[in-house]
Nanobody, 124 residues
Framework: QVQLVESGGGLVQAGGSLRLSCAAS????????MGWFRQAPGKPREFVAT????????SHADSVKGRFTISRDNAKSTVYLQMNSLKPEDTAVYYC?????????????????WGQGTQVTVSS
């Protein structure tokens, strides 16, 4: 079992920044590919970013590319999502997830463990 706890969400004005954190516990963090997803009301959960076990390789959704950056610190068992130039359409509950795999995946169904989510609200 892996327990994931997100933090860092909140209310921010358009153009502002937030940094989300996801602390993992339970099993060896570096054995998991990590991802960030988000879900707005009435919409399906969508991929935001994913990062390899080592942190060397990452991938971001086109909608956030150039504005958001995923990173991880295996010594701290934590994955981060730095969000800059936020837009109202970024408003959603943001979830981190862990996948026992070797390749980056963007499909939420591939992930094994999920956090409880943290709300991000961007005002215009």
């Amino acid at each position: 079992q892996v327990q994931l706890v997100e933090s860092g969400g909140g209310l921010v004005q358009a153009g502002g920044s937030l940094r989300l954190s996801c602390a993992a516990s339970g099993r060896t963090f570096s054995n998991y590919v990590m991802g960030w997803f988000r879900q707005a009301p009435g919409k399906p959960r969508e991929f935001v970013a994913t990062i390899s076990r080592s942190g060397i390789i990452s991938s971001h959704a086109d909608s956030v590319k150039g504005r958001f950056t995923i990173s991880r610190d295996n010594a701290k068992s934590t994955v981060y999502l730095q969000m800059n130039s936020l837009k109202p359409e970024d408003t959603a509950v943001y979830y981190c997830a862990a996948d026992w795999g070797l390749v980056l995946v963007t499909n939420p169904a591939e992930y094994d463990y999920w956090g409880q989510g943290t709300q991000v609200t961007v005002s215009s």
